[in-house]
């Protein structure tokens, strides 16, 4: 089993900064693929950004040159840097790691709010 915890997340205005972190337990950190999704009140979760095992990254575009997710292997840690925030990124964010060899695993962190606001 693997344990996901979030943290970083708060109140923030309208063009701030936060940097979200999650730690993930295990000794195979390395080998999962991470991701940050988020829901905001009455939408559906949607990935925000996500990076493989090897370093590719990919975002959702409302994001793209404002986030940066990133991963320490060595701290079993994966990292988004938000910039520019925007009201509209107001959500709970979550970790995702995920095992995409043998039987698939999605394992959740329990999610940390991020607002924006004035």
């Known amino acids: 089993q693997v344990q996901v915890v979030e943290s970083g997340g708060g109140l923030v205005q309208p063009g701030g900064s936060l940097r979200l972190s999650c730690v993930a337990s295990g000794s195979i950190f390395r080998l999962y693929a991470m991701g940050w999704y988020r829901q905001a009140p009455g939408k559906q979760r949607e990935l925000v950004a996500g990076i493989t095992s090897g370093g590719s990254t990919n975002y959702v575009d409302s994001v793209k040159g404002r986030f940066t997710i990133s991963r320490d292997n060595a701290k079993n840690t994966v990292y988004l840097q938000m910039n520019s925030l925007k009201p509209e990124d107001t959500a709970v964010y979550y970790c995702?790691?995920?095992?995409?060899?043998?039987?698939?695993?999605?394992?959740w962190g329990q999610g940390t709010q991020v607002t924006v606001s004035s």
């Open positions: 995702n790691a995920r095992k995409n060899w043998g039987t698939k695993v999605d394992y």
